[in-house]
């Protein structure tokens, strides 16, 4: 499907503005949060953007991570993406580790 298409998935940012709207007040920037299927982290960006600071990303593409690397440098050196499935991270992740966990959604 084109639409989940590494390359595509950098230029909208409307459903990176809805995670940010429904998360504002609810949790601080010190939240620990993981994005599941983060592609090349457009929401993490955004969310690092906007000042959360413990951001972490599980993404099973290895072009989409490195297209990551190449297109938020601040974040990909901020944030830890797990290159792997998410099947094989789960497992090493804390218990309670995150205070909230989300998959990605195409806007």
């Known amino acids: 499907m084109d639409a989940n298409r590494a390359d595509y998935y950098i230029e909208g940012i409307e459903s990176s503005k809805f995670l940010l709207e429904n998360m504002e007040g609810y949790f601080g920037f010190h939240a620990n949060i993981l ?47 797990y290159n792997s499935p998410v099947e094989e991270v789960i497992t090493t992740l804390p218990e309670n580790g995150y205070m909230i966990w989300f998959t990605q959604w195409q806007s």
């Open 35 to 81: 994005e599941i299927g983060c592609n090349v982290g457009r929401n993490l960006n955004y969310l690092f953007q906007a000042g959360y600071q413990n951001l972490s990303g599980v993404e099973i593409s290895n072009y989409a991570t490195e297209l990551l690397k190449k297109t938020y440098l601040k974040l990909e050196c901020k944030a830890t993406i």
